[in-house]
């Protein structure tokens, strides 16, 4: 049996420290850390709201300008929908926490009970718009005489 070589030691040792070190904890931040961490996502959160408010005014003006030019060209313009109040997926983040229609993300007792059927797997009938079986080739079919 071989024996493994000082170089082969030396990363499996270096290996194992690696896979140690990753699993490790970090310490909980101190006060200032915490206070810097949050005063880095509040100007995080306003340069954001400062983004999406540039983004809906250049949208604006490239509306306004397109109807400019629209018009100029001849073409029928209607009037932009209005909206009374800014549409909700611009203005609020997302929150969902699990796929939508199961709280918590976990499937409900109706939804485990609930029978699994598929056409493919064979455990539900076919659609009705389904064709019907071809009938056999006319060289298969005996006729009396």
């Known amino acids: 049996m071989k024996t ?23 310490p ?10 949050a005063a ?12 999406k ?13 397109w109807r400019g030019n629209a018009k100029a060209k001849g073409l029928t313009i209607h009037p932009p929908t209005p909206i009374a109040a800014p549409v909700v997926a611009v ?7 699990g796929p ?11 939804g485990a009970a609930a029978p699994k059927t598929s056409e493919k797997a064979g455990t539900a009938a076919p659609s009705k718009d389904v064709k019907p079986a071809p009938s056999p080739p006319a060289a298969a079919v005996k006729t009396v005489k």
């Open 53 to 65: 408010e540039s983004l809906l005014a250049s949208m604006d003006t490239l509306s306004e300008r």
């Open 28 to 37: 909980p931040p101190t006060p200032a850390e915490a206070q810097a961490q």
């Open 100 to 110: 939508a229609g199961q709280p918590d993300g976990k499937l409900t007792a109706a």
């Open 91 to 97: 203005t609020m983040p997302a929150k969902e926490t």
């Open 4 to 26: 493994l070589s000082n170089m082969h030691r030396l990363g499996a040792l270096l290996l194992s420290g690696a896979c140690a070190f990753a699993g490790a904890t970090l």
């Open 40 to 51: 880095k996502k509040a100007a995080a959160d306003a340069q954001a709201a400062k983004d």
